[in-house]
């Protein structure tokens, strides 16, 4: 038989196949009245890349925070750390808000969600925050983020 699969008179087995682009990122775009806000904007664009309808209720309330030498690094390692307790916890971060403070050179994000438990929803997975195409910046007043998620 060796590696062609043949139907029983002999003949090749039809089949046909194409070969298509495949892309294995989301991007999340959010925009706020403050960094803090885009934070925040940004994590539930986080959630909202797992399940098709947002969880309206259950789970526990979890704080923390964070802090980075810069702006784009403290929304990367935030939304790393929001994978990283997702995973640990077993529960989907939601309803994220977030606190964003500079002190002396040296950003810090507090945040607290609501995190629902992965076994009461139906969620994709998200692999991780990428720094690819990343943006934070401020447009006319406003703040905006771009953060792409491998997924």
Known sequence: MGMNSHTGDGQPASGEFELRSHTADVAVEATGDSISAVFGAT??????????TLPEDGGSTHEFSVTAESTSAL????????????????????????????????WQ????????????IAAREVKAATYSE??????????????VLDV
């Open 134 to 147: 990343m943006d934070l910046s401020q447009q006319d007043g406003r703040w905006h983020a771009y953060v």
């Open 75 to 106: 929304l990367f390692d935030y939304l790393d750390r929001l994978i990283y307790l997702r995973d640990v916890e077993s529960v989907l971060p939601v309803d994220n808000e977030a606190r964003v403070t500079e002190e002396n050179g040296e």
């Open 43 to 52: 994590a539930e664009g986080l959630a909202a890349a797992h399940v098709d």
């Open 109 to 120: 994000v507090e945040a607290r969600f609501r995190g629902v438990p992965l076994q009461s």
